[in-house]
Antibody, heavy 121, light 107 residues
Framework: QVQLQESGPGLVKPSQTLSLTCTVS??????????WSWIRQPAGKGLEWIGR???????NSNPSLKSRLTISVDTSKNQLSLKLTSVTAADTAVYYC?????????????WGQGTRVTVSS | DIQMTQSPSSLSASVGDRVTITCRAS??????LNWYQQKPGTAPKLLIF???SLQSGVPSRFSGSGSGTDFTLTISSLQPEDFASYYC?????????FGQGTKLEIK
C-alpha cells in the first residue's frame, strides 16, 4: 500500500533553515498521476496549506511563505522535500506531507503521520 | 486568495444525533470542496471530495452537499468514533486553503 513518511530535525533555531523530507513508498512519484503536497498544523490550531509539487518539478506555493519556501522532488529516491528559510517561532508546527489525487478533485487522499518541528533557541 | 469559513467552530452533540457543519467560500469554487476528519494526534482523513462524493471506505452516514460558495457536511446519526475535528478545503485555486475547523464534542 502507499505510505508517506516525513523525517527531519525536531528542533530548529530561529533564523535557520527548516529542512524536511517525505519518503514515498508503494507508488512512484515519477508516475505523473499525482501531485505531492506539504501541510502544517500549529499545536491546537487548524491546517495550513504550504504548497505542492508535480513530478516534473513544477510547484505552487502559499504566497505567505513563498519568499522563504522551496519544495523539490527527487524521483531517484522517491522523495519530496521542503526547505523553509529564516524560521521563527511562528513556524513551529506538525508538518505533514500528503498525496494529492486529481481524480478526487485534488483532495489529499493519503497522508504521512506528520513530524513535529519546534523553532526555539 | 480564497478564504474558507466554517461554522460552528465547536459543536456538542449526542450519539445518534444528526449534525450539520457549514463551510462558506469567499468566492465561487464550483464544487472543488473537500472535507476531512481529524482525531487527536493523527493525520486528517479525506471523507468527501468534489463537495458530495464519498471517499472509498467512508461510512454512508457522512454526506456532503453544496456548490458555488456554500457547502455542508452532514452526519446522519453520530457514532462514538465520529467525535473529532472536521475541516473543509477548497481545491479550486492556489493556495488550496482550509477552513478553521469544527470540533465535534460529546454532549
Amino acid at each position: 500500500q502507499v505510505q508517506l513518511q516525513e523525517s527531519g530535525p525536531g528542533l530548529v533555531k530561529p533564523s535557520q533553515t527548516l529542512s524536511l523530507t517525505c519518503t514515498v513508498s508503494g507508488v512512484s512519484i515519477s508516475s505523473g498521476s499525482y501531485y505531492w503536497s506539504w501541510i502544517r498544523q500549529p499545536a491546537g490550531k487548524g491546517l495550513e496549506w504550504i504548497g505542492r509539487i508535480y513530478s516534473s518539478g513544477s510547484t505552487n506555493s502559499n504566497p505567505s511563505l513563498k519568499s522563504r519556501l522551496t519544495i523539490s522532488v527527487d524521483t531517484s529516491k522517491n522523495q519530496l522535500s521542503l526547505k523553509l528559510t529564516s524560521v521563527t517561532a511562528a513556524d513551529t508546527a506538525v508538518y505533514y506531507c500528503a498525496r494529492v489525487a486529481p481524480q478526487l478533485e485534488h483532495g489529499f487522499d493519503i497522508w504521512g503521520q506528520g513530524t513535529r518541528v519546534t523553532v526555539s533557541s | 486568495d480564497i478564504q474558507m469559513t466554517q461554522s460552528p467552530s465547536s459543536l456538542s452533540a449526542s450519539v445518534g444525533d444528526r449534525v450539520t457543519i457549514t463551510c462558506r467560500a469567499s468566492q465561487s469554487i464550483s464544487r472543488y470542496l473537500n472535507w476531512y476528519q481529524q482525531k487527536p494526534g493523527t493525520a486528517p482523513k479525506l471523507l468527501i471530495f468534489a463537495a458530495s462524493s464519498l471517499q472509498s471506505g467512508v461510512p454512508s452516514r457522512f454526506s456532503g452537499s453544496g456548490s458555488g460558495t456554500d457547502f455542508t457536511l452532514t452526519i446522519s446519526s453520530l457514532q462514538p468514533e465520529d467525535f473529532a475535528s472536521y475541516y473543509c478545503q477548497q481545491s479550486y485555486s492556489s493556495p488550496h486553503s482550509f477552513g478553521q475547523g469544527t470540533k465535534l464534542e460529546i454532549k
